[in-house]
C-alpha cells in the first residue's frame, strides 16, 4: 500500500493539481494507494504519524506531493520509523529537497517510478532542538535550518501578498529572491555564539548562519555548493562582517554558487553545533520560519531511504 499526503494548497494550489493529473493515469487506478488531503499547517505530520502507527508493515512507501513544509511534516511524522521509505513529488514554491537528491522531474514520470522501478538512496537528515521546544526531545530537517537573514527572509515570503500572484504567473521560485531583496535593507546584523563540535567561539555582525544537508535553498539557490549529502557531517555557511551592498552582490553570485569565493563566508563541515544570541533571532528551518535564542543542531544518527530518480 503506498500512502498520499498531498498539499492542495502548496505551491498555490499546484498540489491539487499535480495529485489530479497523477490520479488521472491507469497506473495509479491500478494500484492500492491511500489518499489523505492536508487541511492546515501541521496537518501532514498528524497523517503521517497516525498512519504509520496503524499499519507500518503494510506500506510499501509514504509519496508527498506538496512543497518542502509538507515534507518537513510528513519527515518528523515518521520520525520513530526511519526505516519508512519515502518518495517526493514537487508541488511547491521551492522544492529544494527535490533538487538536493536530483529528483527534479514530471510528476507522471516520477509517480511511474516510485510504484514501478524504485530507486532509493539513504538519506541523513538533521535534527534541531530551540529553547522554545516543550517535552518533544527533538525535531527533524530535510534540507536546512538557517539562523538570522536567511529566517527573516522566510517569514518575508510566507507573508508577502505578491505570493499569490507570482504563482498564478508561474514564478513561484521568484518569490524568496523578490523577500531577499526586501529584507537586506532592514535586516540588522547579530551577535552570535557557535559551539562547533565542542569549541566555541563568539562571532559579530553575522547576518547568516545556514546548516544544510545538501546544498540548495530559497528555490535553488547554490547557497552551500560543497554540501553533500552523507552519514558523517552537515555543512554550515557562516555570512559576517560583510556590508549591506555586498550581501546584495553577494546573493547575486549564489546561484552559480560562486559566493563561497567571498572572504565573509566561511564554510564549515559539522556534526553537532549550538548557537546562542542575547537577543531573539528569526530562524527558517525547510522553509519554515520560527524564532528563538538557542538552539542545538545535530546530525541525525539513522538514515532513511529515500526514492530518486534515475535517468
Ligand atoms: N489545506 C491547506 N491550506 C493551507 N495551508 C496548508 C494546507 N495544508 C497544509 N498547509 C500548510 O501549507 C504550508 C506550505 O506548504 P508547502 O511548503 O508544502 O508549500 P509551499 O510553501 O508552496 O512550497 P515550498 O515550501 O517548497 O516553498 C505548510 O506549512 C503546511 O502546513
Sequence with gaps: ?????????????????????????????????VTY???YPGHAEEIARDAVELSDSTISCFIVIGGDGTLHE???????????????????????????????????????????????????????????ASIT???????????????????????????????????????????????????????LELTIDGQSKQYENVWMVTVGVHGFYGGGMKIIPEARMNS?????????????????????????GSHTAFKEVEIVDVSTVALSSEEEIAYQVDGQYGCCKRCEVHKTEHA?????YKK
Design 37 to 39: 488531503f492536508t487541511s
Design 137 to 191: 526531545p527533538h525535531r527533524l530537517f530535510a534540507n536546512s535550518i538557517g539562523f538570522g537573514f536567511d529566517g527573516e527572509i522566510v517569514k518575508k515570503a510566507h507573508s508577502a501578498r505578491y505570493r499569490q500572484w507570482l504563482h498564478k504567473w508561474k514564478l513561484g521560485s521568484l518569490v524568496y529572491v523578490i523577500a531577499l531583496l526586501h529584507t537586506v535593507l532592514s535586516y540588522r546584523p547579530k551577535t
Design 304 to 308: 532513511r531511504p529515500v526514492f530518486q
Design 232 to 256: 558523517k557531517h552537515l555543512s554550515m555557511i557562516i555570512i559576517h562582517n560583510i556590508s549591506k551592498w555586498k550581501v546584495l552582490f553577494l546573493f547575486l553570485t549564489v546561484f552559480r
Design 74 to 132: 510528513v519527515w518528523n511524522g515518521l520520525q520513530q520509523y526511519p526505516h519508512m521509505r519515502l518518495g517526493f513529488i514537487p508541488a511547491g514554491s521551492g522544492n529544494d529537497f527535490a533538487r538536493g537528491i536530483s529528483t527534479m522531474q514530471e510528476e507522471r514520470k516520477l509517480f511511474q517510478d516510485i510504484i514501478t522501478n524504485p530507486n532509493y538512496v539513504y538519506y541523513w537528515g538533521g535534527t534541531y532542538k530551540t529553547d522554545k
Design 1 to 33: 500500500m503506498y500512502i498520499l499526503v498531498v498539499n492542495p494548497a502548496a505551491g498555490a494550489g499546484k498540489g491539487l493539481r499535480v495529485y489530479e493529473s497523477i490520479k488521472a493515469t491507469s497506473l495509479f487506478q491500478q494500484t492500492d494507494c
